[in-house]
């Protein structure tokens, strides 16, 4: 009797601000202890906070056809550096386990394999060629390392990234047009930004939201700091495909007016604007009067 190969697979997606466009979280289940962590450059600070930066791991600079691949102790550490050395990136990847059970030498040969296959793809960044460790692995530790990288590269093709696949359309989805990734979400605040850049619109550091699928609402989860400072937001809405631009000076809110907070994150507001009167359901502020542009797209 003939038995069939397949192995189905469970895959779990923790999506941290409710969407694509933040810090994601993917576990599998065939791939014993792995973790892996991806957030766009804006969301780095959302990144640090999680319990992935306390582990050692690898991680991966990423742009559309570049790659820096890097291991840490100390990821927040190192990531943040990068904040200020490295301009090319626009997302960061992160490869630990669950457990913390990485050994210096499992990440020395992890991080050379992927060089190895970055200079095959000539795609990695300058900086990296000259620096790697050796490494020096028991071949039965080898077996069980390459388990988890075939892992791993599968996930990263999934949610798009193939900086290491020499097939380029193999991701679960491949957008080109700006416009359909600004309907579907996909990377959304950051297209959101350069397609706003295009039409002459410069933000700074802004609060992203789209239209919430089931509900004529923005929801979003800014941090309750931005009241005391000059604070820019994105409402995409995917339905009339605009983007709307609002600016709130520093100190135009406060909680004193009713703004709430969620009930499990207290430094995180809870915002549920509506797509056309813009005021939030949960405080009854009217947002309207901070619209800045509404643009096209």
Known sequence: MEIADAKA?????LLYDGDLNGVISIEESSWNSGALYLAPRESVSELIETDACNKYGIYLLLSKNMVYVGQSSDLSKRITQHLSEKDWWESVLILT???NSFTHTDIDYLESILIDKALKMKCLDCDNKNKRNNP???EFQKVVLDQY???ALFLMKLIGITVFSEKKDLSLIHISDTRMKLAIGKRAKADAINYLKTKGVEVNKPTYAKKSQDKNEFWANPQT?????DWWMILNNNETMELIVLFIPANSLSRDLGLKVRVD???LLDLNINCNTFIDRKSGI????YIREKVKY
């Open 9 to 13: 697979k469970t895959i779990n997606l």
């Open 97 to 99: 386990t669950k457990d």
């Open 136 to 138: 020096k692995v028991s």
């Open 149 to 151: 990288l075939t892992e």
């Open 225 to 229: 700091h931005l009241l005391n400072e």
């Open 265 to 267: 994150k207290h430094e």
């Open 286 to 289: 009217d947002f309207s009067p």
